[in-house]
Structure formats: C-alpha cells, structure tokens
C-alpha cells in the first residue's frame, strides 16, 4: 500500500482510511486540489455578491429556510449553526472514531462542491497530523442531514470552542489555542453547514464495524474448524459439489475454507468410518451460516466504499448559477447494510456459542466441561455462561434502528434514517462477538488436546499453537478470565487468520478459493 494519499483525488477505502488515522499514510493537499476548493468557494462569494437567494448561503437552516441572512451576517450565520447544532449527550466517541470523522470529512470536501476554504481544510489537517482530536459526544445524530450534532462539536475548536484531546489530556479549546500558537477561524459563507452536513460518523463507525466484521469472519471459520475436529465432526457437508447445487458465495467460500483448514489432517482420518449419520448444525451448517454472515458484510464495504468517496453535505455547489439542495447526507443508504451487519455479527456469535456448549457435554470422548476431574473443578462451565450473555445482549441489539423515523426539523425532515444508532450498536455486537469467539477458541483449543496423539491438520495445528503459546491447558480450575482476555486478543489482532494464511501459502493451499476478491477487506 502506497504511503501518501491524496485527498479529494485518490479512492478512499476502509483500510486506507485507517492507515491514515494511525499514522501509516500520509494524507496530501495537492495544488491541483487547492485550486478546485478556491474555485468553489469563489462560486459561493459570487453568490453573496449577487444575492442570488441560496439555501444556507444566505437563508436560515432547515424550517428556516425563507428567512432571507443580509450579505454582512451570512459569516455569523456560520458560526452560529456550529454553536447552535452542537447539543449532542452521552460519553465521548473513542478518540479513533472522532479522527476517522475528520479524515473522511477532509475527503469529501476536498472535491471541491461544498464552498470550504482552503485555510479550513488546512486546520483540520493540523488537527489530524498532530492527533489534537475534538471531544465528541457520541448520541445526539438521527441521520437525516447526516450527523449534524457531532459534527458541530467535532468543529468547534476551528471558532475556539469546545474541548479536545491532546496526548491523552482533556483541555479546552482556548488552552490547546495557547499550547500550539493558534487563533480561531473565521468561517465564509457555506462553511458551516458543509462542515456538519454529512455521513462521516455513521461512516467512521462502519469502517471499525466492516474491518473488525471481517476479522471475526476469518477467525470464525479457524475457530469452528478447531471445534469440529475435537469433537470429530463431519468434512461431507463442505463438499463443492453440494455447495454448487446452492450456489451462495459466501457459503461457497466458507466451504471452500473449510475443506482447505481440515485438509490432511489424521483425526479426519480417525473416524471417517463411523456410525454418526449427521453433525449437529452448529457443525455441519456453518458454510450457510457464517456464510450468509460474509454475504451481509460484503453488502457494507461495497456500500462503505461508495460512501467512503462521496460529497455527503448540503446544498452542492456546481456554480455560481447551479447549486442543488438535495439529500446526499441522508444515512439510509448505510443505516440499513449496518443493521444488517449486526444481524449478520449476532448470527455468528449465536452458532460460536452453540459449538462450545456441544463441547462441554461430554460426548465423543471429551470429558464433561472439558476437564477430567470435575466436582472440585467446575472447568470450562463458566465461560460458556459468558458466552451465553453475550449472545442475549447481542440479540436485544437486533431491533433495526433503521426501522424507526421521528420526524425533526419542525416537519422539514419528516424521514431520518437513525443510521448512527445502527452503527453504533453494529459495533458494540462485533466487540461482544470477538469475546464470544474468545470462548470458543479457548474450549476448542482444551478439547483438541484430549484428541492426542493424533494430528490435525498444518493449518489447524498452526493456530492450535498460537493458542498453546499463550494460554496453557487447564488441568484444574483457574482464573479463566486472564485466559479470555488473552484469547480476545488473538481473536481481535488476527492472529488466527494470519497464521492460517501463511501456513496455507508455505503448503501451497488456495485458502479462500474463487470468491477471495470479493470477500477481500480493501
């Protein structure tokens, strides 16, 4: 991956997007850029001048939209829709939601049809490249005109108000103004309302929902193929032929993985002779299940990846005589994938926690709650009840907040998408989701050693390490919550899937099939 970027030129995704936001890429404001922002702020000073009658140029906002703003008060005017529109509640957003809002702003105002000046784009560099991140309240946006509240306090500190953080340290906008040898911007005409008109929240918290989605999606395959083997589950239902017959991609790329990840390994071997007729679901359906799952997340990044490059406020400036006040900012078009990716995130969580409770039972040669000396010892017990909270918390977040409307805006926005809702509660079920595979790769990892001497396969017994390396085996009871934390960051870091993935390339294995580009994380 390149190390610059070009705002308002090259194509944004979510990877980059996130390289930027951690310093990896450098973001640039080239020349040529710089020309298309004068030339449209020009196209907004021309209007002023002429008094052509334009929505938030020279109008009040929203149902004020009739009051007609004289020429010497359209600058106020900008200033005190930030004050105005700054009334969000709540705790803060985390600091990298808050940057990743300034990013994806610069981005889209960076091509030129909002009437920003280049002196405001370049404050908010400074504030991106020397992380002096606003504190942002993180409820308070329905997604109508976008996320009009926290984007009124994430620009606060551009007229000197507000609070920021700072290496760790809260301080106001007026001590961060002394600290660094800055004044306040005084904002033209437009200048407000393109700042706070637009997706960028509800955006910012798909880029975390669609990279992390990704990583648990990686990491659910390896999990469930450990889990299959220590309780010597089925290769049949993974089969290409069957999967053909119902040809979903993501249930064909997870059967596909599948089949690959228990490639030659010798408990498969073991019992390819039994008498079991069928696996449970939890077993044999996980290409449908986490495969629907794929399927939900690749309608967000392909819908995040449009949104990722496109100009989200209100009005759009074409030119002196053509400006457009429509509807970019509305979140539906993200509100509804997100809430299709909790569904998606809780579904993965519900069938993890399912296989771990198979593995406690004591079936197929592995002791009751994976220990052999239970009574003193409750063994892995407890931490499927985690699980199990985990998965009902998950599923009360299901409800889509897309579904609901309040009208705001004294009827002017009589439809709102509630898109930061979903966001928010899409990634709040991805983090509980890692800990519900934490579970599970931690008994998976228990039960796959009662299957000694025999191996699994390269791939599986790669991963089984990472675990072994980090989490021993229990023999009695301990404190089981050090071991799940532990197990959370090998979920949260992709260890697992890095691990897989070069295992696979060193045995010349094709692990993700035909479907790889599609399902990729760009």
Request: aromatic fraction near 6%; proline fraction near 4%; include cysteine.
């Amino acid at each position: 991956m390149a190390t610059q970027f070009i705002y308002g030129e090259d194509h944004l995704t979510p990877t980059k997007a996130l390289a930027l936001s951690q310093g990896q890429m450098n973001g640039e404001l080239t020349n040529d850029v710089q020309e298309k922002l004068k030339a449209s702020q020009k196209h907004v000073h021309d209007i002023v001048k002429k008094q052509k009658i334009v929505y938030s140029i020279n109008t009040g906002f929203g149902p004020l939209c009739q009051t007609i703003i004289s020429p010497e008060n359209t600058r106020k005017l900008q200033e005190n829709i930030l004050r105005s529109h700054s009334v969000g509640v709540g705790e803060p957003l985390p600091h990298e939601i808050a940057k990743l809002m300034m990013i994806l702003k610069v981005h889209s105002l960076c091509y030129g049809y909002s009437g920003i000046a280049v002196d405001t784009v370049k404050r908010i560099l400074w504030h991106i490249e020397n992380d002096v991140i606003p504190i942002v309240p993180k409820q308070g946006s329905v997604g109508a005109s976008g996320d009009l509240a926290p984007l009124a306090h994430l620009f606060l500190p551009l007229i000197g108000l507000g609070e920021v953080m700072v290496k760790g340290q809260t301080m106001r906008t007026e001590q961060m103004f002394q600290k660094f040898g800055l004044s306040k911007i005084d904002l033209g005409p437009k200048e407000g309302l393109a700042l706070i008109n637009g997706t960028q929240m509800i955006a910012s918290f798909a880029i975390e929902v669609v990279e992390r989605l990704h990583n648990c999606l990686e990491a659910a395959d390896i999990v469930g193929a450990l889990s299959l083997e220590a309780m010597l589950g089925s290769v049949q239902p993974f089969k290409e032929k069957l999967h053909n017959l119902r040809a979903f991609a993501g249930a064909k790329l997870v059967a596909h993985r599948l089949s690959v990840l228990l490639k030659d390994s010798e408990l498969v071997s073991s019992h390819k002779d039994c008498k079991r007729v069928q696996d449970p679901y939890s077993l044999r359906c996980m290409p449908q299940v986490h495969g629907a799952s794929r399927d939900a997340w690749a309608h967000m990044h392909a819908q995040l990846l449009i949104e990722l490059n496109a100009v989200t406020d209100n009005p759009i400036i074409f030119s002196a005589d053509e400006t457009i006040s429509g509807g970019n900012f509305h979140g539906q078009p993200l509100a509804l994938p997100l809430d299709y990716c909790t569904l998606a995130a809780s579904e993965l969580g519900n069938i993890s926690e399912r296989r771990t409770y198979l593995m406690l039972e004591g079936k197929d040669g592995l002791p009751v709650l994976l220990m052999k000396d239970t009574g003193i010892n409750s063994g892995f017990m407890i931490p499927q009840y985690t699980a199990a909270a985990l998965v009902s918390e998950n599923k009360s977040l299901c409800f889509p907040a897309s579904a609901d409307s309040i009208p705001t805006s004294v009827g002017q926005e009589d439809h709102v998408s509630m898109g930061s809702i979903s966001a928010r509660k899409a990634l709040t079920v991805v983090q509980n989701l890692e800990n519900i595979l934490a579970v599970e790769l931690l008994c998976a990892a228990q039960a796959f050693d009662f299957r000694r001497p025999l191996k699994s396969s390269h791939i599986l017994e790669a991963c089984h390490d990472v675990v072994r390396n980090k989490i021993a085996h229990a023999d009695d009871d301990r404190l089981f919550g050090e071991d799940l934390k532990i197990a959370q960051k090998i979920i949260a870091a992709g260890e697992l899937s890095a691990t897989a993935n070069q295992v696979a390339r060193q045995n010349k294995y094709d692990l993700n099939g035909e479907f790889h580009e599609r399902f990729r994380l760009s």
